[in-house]
């Protein structure tokens, strides 16, 4: 079973800040919580990672409470070629790992 | 970043045949693989999980006569799809972890879109 859950789809429009939760209450205490996008047709891209408060990079922020059972992504004036879908990872590298994906959350950014 | 290359990226083949799809990382060492297949509209669905040196671990469901895993080197996974039928047409996409950071960061590749006739 995937260890997240999120919004099957969501709506925005053009310049609006968008904000995806995604909720990952097993949480083992060395994961950390990776966002990816994903184009049709294409391999999932790498957005952002954390693994505790917040963490900003050109193209995003990420939230993530003190329990750490649940994330934010935060996509700041959203475009239309933000239209995807968006996936929250949670895991470590160590041995034994499978990232099992959950349903990933659809975008859809309208004009 | 990490790169990991998928090839092909499309193949077309005839039922009966078999299909070879290569995954290499090509800046970084990938002790573990990861094998997933995505139909239309639909999340990534991991298939095998594969470390080099050993036979390849498969999640419950996925024939593993059928998707032959292959992790010969530090950088090249391979998945084969034997005696490929229609129902096998989809896109399968590989990843890796770095081992650098040990923060779970998959580097994806561009996936490989199957269709089998």
């Known amino acids: 079973l995937a260890k997240t859950t999120q919004p099957i789809s969501m709506d925005s429009y053009e310049g609006q800040e968008v904000n995806i939760t995604c909720s990952h209450n097993?949480?083992?205490?060395?994961?950390?919580i990776t966002w990816y996008q994903q184009f049709p047709s294409q391999g999932p891209r790498f957005i952002i990672q954390?693994?505790?408060t917040k963490v900003t990079n050109e193209v995003a922020s990420l939230f993530i409470p003190a329990d750490r059972k649940s994330s934010t992504l935060s996509l700041p004036r959203v475009s239309l070629s933000d239209t995807a879908v968006y996936y929250c990872?949670?895991?470590?590298?160590?041995?034994?790992?499978?990232?099992?994906f959950g349903p990933g959350t659809r975008l859809s950014v309208l004009p | 970043g990490a790169v990991v290359s998928q090839h092909p990226s499309r193949v077309i083949c005839k039922s009966g045949t078999s299909v070879k799809i290569e995954c290499r990382s090509l800046?970084?060492?990938?002790?573990?693989m990861f094998w997933y297949r995505q139909f239309p509209k639909k999340s990534l669905m991991l298939m095998a999980t594969?470390?080099?040196?050993?036979?390849?671990?498969?999640e419950q469901g996925v024939e593993k006569d059928k998707f032959l895993i292959n992790h010969a080197s530090l950088t090249l996974s391979t998945l084969t799809v034997t005696s490929a039928h229609p129902e096998d047409s989809s896109f399968y996409i590989c990843?890796?972890?770095?081992?650098?950071?040990?923060?779970?960061?998959?580097?994806f590749g561009e996936g490989s879109r199957l269709t089998v006739l």
């Open positions: 594969s470390n080099e040196g050993s036979k390849a671990t498969y």
């Open positions: 097993n949480i083992a205490t060395n994961d950390y």
């Open positions: 990872l949670v895991g470590s590298d160590n041995y034994g790992q499978n990232f099992v």
């Open positions: 990843s890796a972890t770095s081992g650098r950071t040990n923060t779970g960061e998959l580097f």
């Open positions: 954390g693994y505790k």
């Open positions: 800046d970084f060492q990938a002790t573990t």
